[in-house]
């Protein structure tokens, strides 16, 4: 199976501020953006259409997939990046939490305080993808987020998980695997 994942557009937060499960608004770049992805998606799309699109049910993700004419995804949870729990719209430099450079020092394998570390998402993902394999889908596009791809990119083998953050998709870009 094709599967042709996305990730949303630059948000409108402060830079370094933690946004996880927050359901933050786009940033006023978004238009140029998606017209961007979308460029590229119908180039991609070319010799045929996803037979399914599922999106993260957060908004940033859900209007890029409208944006680039897929008004109705399928949504599913499993999809939301990492909750960063306490931390969530907080500046980096403004969390007052001795547990944040115990994370820096290690977020491969702790949590954020009350959230999620990556294998919590990476379970989430490839539960998603190991329900996804059971289809008989011919392609499929997901609208999502940084981390979700990093995890599709383990799961499908593009990259080691311990090297996965030096492959992070920029915004608006794509990531395509086979699974």
């Known amino acids: ?9 630059h948000v409108g937060v402060p ?3 933690c946004y996880g499960w927050s359901d933050v608004p786009v940033a006023d770049t978004f238009e140029e953006e998606a017209e961007a992805t979308k460029r590229n998606l119908n180039a991609i799309f070319a010799d045929g259409m996803p037979d399914m699109v599922f999106s993260s049910p957060l908004t940033r ?3 890029l997939a409208a944006y680039c004419g897929f008004d109705e995804p399928v949504v599913d949870d499993r999809l939301k990046e990492m909750n ?3 931390w969530e719209m907080q500046r980096y430099d403004d969390i007052k939490d001795d547990a944040l450079q115990m994370w820096y020092n290690d977020y491969m394998h702790l949590r954020a305080t009350n959230g999620e570390g990556f294998p919590d998402l990476y379970a989430r993902v490839s539960d998603f993808l190991d329900e996804l ?3 008989e889908y011919r392609r499929v596009a997901i609208f999502a987020h940084g981390g979700v791809l990093l995890c599709a990119g383990v799961y499908a083998g ?7 953050f030096s492959h992070l998709v920029e915004c608006g870009g794509v990531q395509r ?3």
């Open 84 to 86: 960063m729990g306490d």
């Open 158 to 164: 593009l990259f080691p998980k311990e090297d996965c």
């Open 177 to 179: 695997l086979h699974i």
């Open 61 to 63: 993700a859900r209007k």
């Open 133 to 135: 394999r059971q289809k």
């Open 1 to 9: 199976m094709d599967i042709v994942m996305v990730r949303h557009t």
């Open 15 to 17: 830079k370094g501020t």
